[in-house]
């Protein structure tokens, strides 16, 4: 069975410091890779999203991810936090085929100290 | 585009009654709509996957006659909390599949559910 593995449950910078959350797939086959934000009493948003081709990915408000499949990894990244970035961040992953269900890691609250 | 709501968005009701949740996809069609739940600080639990027009496939140790799920339309799926119970409070979540692309879930903006 596929396991999505999200480093660090809670991860505190400074406002304008790198962001960085980690996240690591267990799959023989590369899957779907996503990451959805989830701000207080909210759904979750899309942030971006990996199918094939280019392995860095660019998402919204600033946000991007490498898949780099070595490392069976899909680390998400922004350069400068914002105080708005703060949420909870989740990574997911999608097998191919006709199961569209989703496994999430366990999330990463981010917080961002001005 | 791509957009999903969920109505309400919060419920309160006393032990014993049942609760309906509404999740619309309202500007793509989601043959298949999904439903999490969601403790406090915890990730995503899926509940079921409903499908338009056919029975619902719930996931190991979820309770069908409980959480029973409708997906009467291409628009439409309603979960149904029956004879809900304080563990029954939560925060539910349902996402719609996309058509296009890889068919990623579209979330909606939650339901919180309190049992008094």
């Known amino acids: 069975a596929q396991s999505v593995t999200q480093l660090g449950s809670h991860v505190s910078v400074s406002e304008g410091a790198l962001v960085l959350l980690r996240c690591n797939y267990s799959s023989s086959v590369p899957p779907y890779l996503f990451w959805y934000v989830q701000y207080p009493n909210q759904g979750l948003q899309l942030l971006l999203k990996y199918t094939t081709g280019a392995t860095l990915v660019k998402g919204i408000n600033g946000f991007e991810a490498e898949f780099k499949k070595s490392e069976t990894s899909f680390h998400l990244t922004k350069p400068s936090a914002h105080m708005s970035d703060a949420a909870e961040y989740f990574c997911?992953?999608?097998?191919?085929?006709?199961?569209?269900?989703?496994?999430f890691g366990k999330g990463t609250l981010l917080t961002v100290n001005p | 585009g791509a957009v999903v709501s969920q109505h309400p968005s919060r419920v309160i009701c006393k032990s014993g009654t049942s609760v309906k949740i509404e999740c619309r996809s309202l500007?793509?069609?989601?043959?298949?709509m999904f439903w999490y739940r969601q403790f406090p600080k915890k990730s995503l639990m899926l509940m079921a996957t409903s499908n338009e027009g056919s029975k619902a496939t719930y996931e190991q140790g979820v309770e069908k006659d409980k959480f029973l799920i409708n997906h009467a339309s291409l628009t439409l799926s309603t979960l149904t909390v029956t004879s809900a119970h304080p563990e029954d409070s939560s925060f539910y979540i349902c996402?719609?599949?996309?058509?296009?692309?890889?068919?990623?879930?579209?979330f909606g903006p939650g339901t919180r559910l309190t049992v008094l």
């Open positions: 500007d793509f069609q989601a043959t298949t």
């Open positions: 996402s719609a599949r996309g058509l296009a692309g890889v068919g990623e879930q579209f």
């Open positions: 997911a992953a999608r097998s191919g085929g006709s199961n569209y269900k989703l496994t």
